[in-house]
């Protein structure tokens, strides 16, 4: 059963958890935009829902995750490591060719600005030590890829492949969460079968990781599209009549 906390709690806890270190209270309150008292407030109410003693305490250096608590058996939050991690955060850009807010994309991921930092200059260098005709640019605080869509897929590819490894629907699914993978691998699988088509040029894992990039491009375009049209809707209202 999933344990009853606030988004902001679930977020204090995953970001103890992944941060292996003490952190201070004045850390918590800067990256949620509150208070020190209601990180304190919200700590105590995050222990008060575990039987288990799950944050450390210290006058002296704040918080930190009890490494003796398996994380997997609170059902919090699916937590990613920092390889599936860089697969997300590769993802996340090819998906918005325009760019995505640095900010943003951090506080999804329940990291800090300087840890995606970090995941964004590993990206750069695994661009130029393995060739890929693509860049990594910024401008202000959006980050973007500049380069065909193609070879920033076969980025991504790489990546899981050499990375991560992935062979199942159940761990692709950790990257792409939106989207239904089992059902999609079963189904791309069956047709493949069916129409007899095999090749020893292209992996059933590269396709899969392709058709699940533009499974989940069609998500986030349906979603984006139906927000837009409500707000049309709310600023004229008689876009909605017939």
Sequence with gaps: MKPM?????EKILVTLYIK????????LSELLAVSDRTIRMDIESIKAVFNEPVIQTSKQYGYRYNR???????????????RERLAVVIKE???SPTGIDYFDLANALYVSESTLLTDLHLIRKEIQSHGFPLSLERHNDTFMFQGRRLDQVKL????IKNNLGYSTPEQFARI?????VPAISDMLLELLVEEKYFSRYLSFRSLLITVLMISEQAVTSNTSGDNEEDTES???PESGLV
């Design 5 to 9: 906390l606030s988004k902001r709690q």
């Design 20 to 27: 292996e270190d003490w952190v201070k209270g004045s850390e």
């Design 68 to 82: 003796t608590v398996d994380f997997k058996s609170l059902n919090v939050e699916n937590v990613l490591d920092a």
């Design 93 to 95: 850009m090819i998906l």
């Design 156 to 159: 991504l590819i790489h990546w």
């Design 176 to 180: 792409f969460p939106k989207i239904d």
């Design 234 to 236: 709310r600023q004229n």
